[in-house]
């Protein structure tokens, strides 16, 4: 160790530390610290007294590391449930780590390669999904984990897990006080916090928006609205803005804006994601930004609670559940790619976790898959790439563990109760908002690309890409023109598959063209 050096360093942070106020207490720091400081006091007092235990007392988001010239070792650690990315990669002896991959392979010492093997993988699911990357030898570090580099080699440690434990002995009134409770002490912690005097929310026609807005200090909402009938959520938003006193914005998404914005949105992202929302939610996060830097959203609860239809419906006992989202069958995968490895499993990634979760209830092994790979894969990856490339910080407050240390003992039938999804949840939530509101059916957050992709007057860069010169790199160019055909001759649910490889195809001509 070099004598000028430190002892300990905090050489990346990324993220927010939610009960820092509890923390400077804990660890006897000055409370009215900037937020840089404080952040960086935080972490270094927290390794000093814990250690690597030190996640455990951090509540929020994170990404991190840490070096700790006395042992001569660098740790790279990710939040739980990953809502902060990391990726590292080892380069020349040296050991890189970075929230943007763009920045790992930017750096003059990576030999940018790219991953096939990622390519198979993402067609399946439409999102990255595990811990490989597009790009041959970096690593995305997966949520609960972390990395250690001694100068010769990475060991990656899993430090946490989602483990649920269903706990019969509560009635849904006990669990909705008990999650309402933990709400507040989460949001209480976000009020405290007075070096963010104006806060804004997204807010859709669901309740998990619904309820975070009741619940926060955010004095104005913000929805994506489109002119297309059925896509549209922004007058339920508007109603709950309304029923609550509080502000109301819409920004308002044309076809030519949305394609627009697609390649800006993949670059900054740095790897493809074929989440359609991805983009309405980066055009978004640029007309919220001209009027707060803190912006809430309510990602986890589907989560943690079991909001979607894959979690209700009965999966066969032959099959493994494959996330809640996967576009296409390995099948289909073959028949377009022209490298097709066999090799490479489609339900590879989720094995040890449907493994691990073997004698648990259907729900809890889905719900923790969901959580260890989709929500981290696609949702966080959306959410923390784009809001960052606009400037604005995203707090997601109902990804707290704290919450989760609530959703994970509680049985499958409060969470589904007849048709009512979420069914405790919802009645923490009628604590602070009207019934119709708390239980108004889920909406999801479609985006009519499905509808403009086969609008001749906006398609014209998509058509250029399936059928160009990269295409005909990995692709079967005859197996494309009939799936494009199959979709504008109407089976639109195809428009995902369409969307996936265009893409893809962009992400790759920005990055290796």
Known sequence: MNMTEPKIQISYFSGYIRNWKHLCRELELPADLDRKTRENAILLKAYEKWGL????HLYGMFAIAVRD????KLFCIRDQVGQKQMFYTVSDNTFLCSGDINEIVGDSRVKKQFNLRMLQQYLFYGYPIGEETFYEGVYKLCPGHYAEWDG?????HRYWKPVFEPDTSCTADDWAKEIADTVEEILSEERDDTQFPHKESFLSGGVDSSYLFAASDAVCANTIGYEEPGFDESEPARHTAEVLGKGFRVKTISPKEYFDRIETVIDKMGQPLGDASAVAFSLGCQAVKAYSDVVYSGEGIDEFFGGYNAHKNPLNPDWVYLTCSHIMSEEVVKSLMLDYNSDVKADA??????NETDGQDEL???LTIDISLWLEGDIYLNTDRTSTACGIELHTPFSDLRLFNVARRIPASFKFMGEQNKYVFRK????????EIAFRKKVGFAVPIRKWLADEKYNGSVVEKLFGETSEKFFRQSELEELWKRYRNGEEFLWNRIYAIYVFILWYDVKFR
């Open 349 to 354: 990634p989720v094995m040890s976790f449907w």
């Open 69 to 72: 010239n006395e042992k001569q």
């Open 364 to 366: 809890s092994r889905k």
């Open 53 to 56: 235990s030190m996640m455990e």
């Open 428 to 435: 923490a939530a009628a604590s602070v908002l009207p019934e």
């Open 152 to 156: 010769q080699k990475v060991t990656v």
